[in-house]
């Protein structure tokens, strides 16, 4: 018997999810808490303070100049200016805080992807016989969860797994339903079909989540025993499995194996991709009411970022938060009027706007900002409605 | 500074997250437990920014006694029906088979001791123990899995 310290080196084996995603979003809602009291105290004095004078602005922008000759890293203040160029920017404003223009911009649709490598397919289709259910993985990710299902061929022959079945569990008044199911693709996509050679395991992934409704909503589940998955070309996979569905509702992606993760490109030195940003939100917001907030653009980068041409960004809120819910996105042009170039080390902050409709259901809704270029940065937090 | 503290947490990331992660998988025996437990780890963290001096030292023990916390909170609680553990099926090993059986002080030794070579001293650290009760719950708990995984084969 191999000693136990090649018997542990077998670990390396054993699969690791992703943990970015819960990494970023916990870090954030932790970052969040830290911040409140400092952005409420900014908007405090955002509140308080009189308007600055053009001849201010041109002062701290001449110090600023100054700074950047010098080479020292700087946090940006700015105060607004009007002209009749340019729409009418937030009406007071507190130092360090660069002023949100309503100056609308093109809606932004990223660069299509590259298609993922598929995998073979050659074999004819898995039948019910061929296959063992069992569960898992599952996993949590910036407010969704994964139920997932592991469809291991335990026949000699390789078969292929794909397409979409149907599942059916029983439900709370004892009958036994289809699975309810919202359109769209789980958070944790996505799924190619693929031949299973024998031995090789394959998975059905539902996605859920927990915060959709207002209140005691929120909370509620729904459980489905006893699952049945129908296979696409027939046959029936019967199981003792339980499936639980938050209060999002269920979303189901089709049979097969993950697409292989593809590299993440680097965005160009210099370029806004290269930037972080972190949103400071109110811990609440009423509807019909704006939701008044701040992001900070910091570059960690040894190079300048130059915001020319200036980039525009999109803030979404889930006002209607569920997976078929109506998604509020706008997008904006960044105020750079003043801003020209953030300097290695150097941070602004930017204050934005976001009128929240007066029909938003209440409730704690997730938010997002992100600057409009195929690299981000992107920011999120969570507010209240109500 | 900040950025340098930032830069060392994603770089442990990289290098050693999966390597915490597994074992304290193999700790917990739940997958999705390690999950929490490495990620809000590694998130406190990146928080805390400067503040730590050694990041991999602070995570693998951030990590371990979140996980700890957890174990000790979930056995207050009945687990839900078809959730019990998948990872003896299907991730298989004998090894893990074999450490499930084993008190979860004695899991947690091994695998910082055979699996992330922490010598006995910072096992001890990690785990707020003190170095004797690690090597006696080395000892044991190398005898008991030995013995395991020797009936297996038996």
Known sequence: MPDLKERFKGLDEVRVPELQRAIQARASILQRAEYQTTAAEAWERYERRPRMTTRLTQALAAATILALGVGVAVIFHYARTSGPAHPRPTPSLAPGIVAWVNRPAPAYSPPPQPSPTPYPTSAAPCLAGQLSVSAGPSGAAAGNDLEGFTFTNVSPTTCLLGGRPRVTGINAAGRRVALPLNPGQTFFGPVLPADLVPGAKGFLNFGTGYACGSGADQQATSQYRGLWFDLPRGGRLQSSLTLIAGSCGLVMDDLGLHAPVSPVPTPAPGTPGTLDAHVDLPQSVRPGQTLRYTVTLHNSTPVPVELNPCPSYSQMVDYRPSYSGTLRAEAFWLNCDQVKVIPPGGQVVYAMELRVPSDATTGLTKYSWELNTPDGPYAGGAVTIG | ?154
């Open chain 2, 1 to 154: 500074m900040e950025d340098e503290s930032q830069d060392a947490v994603e770089a442990l990331y990289r290098t050693q997250g999966e390597r915490i992660w597994r074992a304290v998988m193999a700790y917990t025996q739940d997958p999705d437990l390690a999950s929490d437990a490495v990620a809000e780890a590694f998130a406190q963290a990146l928080v805390r920014g400067s503040a730590i001096r050694s990041p991999a030292r602070w995570v693998w023990r951030t990590a371990f006694r979140i996980a700890a916390g957890m174990l000790q909170e979930r056995s207050r609680s009945v687990r839900l029906a078809g959730t019990e553990s998948y990872l003896m099926r299907d991730l298989g090993g004998e090894l893990l088979t074999g450490l499930a059986r084993l008190p979860a002080k004695q899991r947690a030794a091994l695998v910082l001791f055979y699996y992330a070579d922490y010598p006995v001293r910072q096992i001890a650290e990690i785990l707020r123990s003190n170095p004797i009760a690690v090597r006696v719950n080395l000892s044991r708990g190398r005898n008991r899995l030995r013995r395991i995984l020797e009936e297996k084969h038996a």
